[in-house]
């Protein structure tokens, strides 16, 4: 028989299963326009204030205009899909005036 702290906690890794999930199919909408660049996102960690930390990947991590697919899509998506998300986190941003910042690749 589960206490009644361990159905908690059951209850608790479920909805963290979900959140996880859902997070990742918001991401997922995303995914095919950070591919296309070489880039790519993961989740770190989704914390049990409801605040997401991602981790971007590949060029996505080194280029100059990560702050602006973090914020107008990343952050974005993510709270539009799990409105019970209360922050989005990037934990490797790369600032615009970072000497190794790289370009995205034009595509014209």
């Known amino acids: 028989m ?22 990742e199919q918001a991401l997922d909408t ?38 602006m697919t973090f914020k107008a899509g990343l952050e974005q998506a993510i709270k539009k899909a799990v409105p019970e998300i209360v922050g989005v986190e990037a934990i490797n941003l790369t600032d615009f005036s970072d000497p190794s910042a790289t370009a995205p690749p034009f595509r014209g």
């Open 30 to 67: 995303m995914r095919p326009f950070l591919e296309k660049d070489g880039g790519d996102v993961a989740i770190e960690e989704i914390t049990n204030d409801n605040i997401v930390r991602l981790r971007l990947l590949g060029s996505c991590a080194s280029c100059s205009m990560s702050i």
């Open 2 to 23: 589960q206490t009644h702290d361990g159905f908690l906690s059951l209850q608790s890794e479920m909805k963290a299963m979900n959140l996880t999930e859902r997070v």
